[in-house]
């Protein structure tokens, strides 16, 4: 990297890992242009230089606290012995930490980012790469996509492959499951629940596990 990319990346991290203390102080819904640029040491305007909004900032500093769902998952991964395997494992690690952090998980996976907003997941990574040093090569591709459809589309096609699913249900079960996981985090978001998060973990996989079987072959 040049002086330059290098003095870019350092600011970066002044003002992300600023919006995460707030984040661990007051909640993601408290987080502003002034407190973060107050917290970092710079004015509002520096960091617009390096953040053209709001969002971005939440959406790299929620991909910071979202360690120990990528630890879990590339580690559970590997204990899924075909590609419908994993797709189940994913869901389940997937659907357990974003009912447990939603706001976090709706500023990574659901909220309006603007454009080009799968640009932003790549440059997490540049910023912070040690977090794919253990994030096996096959993993990688799909950390680096923002859309939970196309995250799990991959494992579908590859369960297809091997004979596991008929090809024309790939399609239908990614949209499905996917449908099933926004359907119960609109709930959550909006404090529609009438049970617990258990329940809706225990509901929601059970509902996703349903579409799966009835696409096996």
């Known amino acids: 990297m ?9 600011m970066w991290k002044y003002f992300i890992e600023a919006t995460v203390e707030i984040i661990h102080e007051e909640g993601i819904d408290k987080v502003t242009i002034r407190k973060v640029a107050d917290r970092a040491g710079y004015n509002s305007a520096t960091l617009y230089n390096y953040f053209s909004e709001l969002s971005h900032l939440k959406f790299f500093a929620a991909m910071r606290l979202l360690g120990g769902y990528i630890e879990e998952v590339t580690a559970r991964m590997e204990d899924g012995e075909t590609p419908l395997d ?32 799968e640009k932003l997941m790549q440059r997490y990574y540049e910023v912070y790469p040690a977090e794919l040093v253990n994030v096996p090569d096959e993993l990688q591709p799909t950390l ?31 949209e499905k ?31 996703v596990r349903e579409v799966i079987e009835d696409a096996r072959l």
């Open 177 to 207: 499951t996917n449908l099933i996981w926004q359907g119960m985090m609109t709930n959550i978001l909006n404090n529609r629940l009438d049970y617990d998060i258990g329940e809706a973990e225990e509901n929601t996989m059970k509902y």
């Open 144 to 174: 680096f996509e923002r859309s939970v459809m196309k995250r799990g589309k991959s494992m579908l096609q590859m369960a297809a492959e091997e004979g596991q699913i008929q090809i024309e249900q790939m399609n239908p079960v990614n």
């Open 2 to 10: 040049t002086n330059k990319q290098l003095q870019k990346s350092r």
């Open 86 to 117: 994993k797709y189940v494992i994913a869901w389940e690690s997937f659907i357990r930490h974003s009912f447990r952090s939603p706001k976090l998980f709706n500023a990574v996976f659901i909220m309006d980012l603007g454009d080009q907003p």
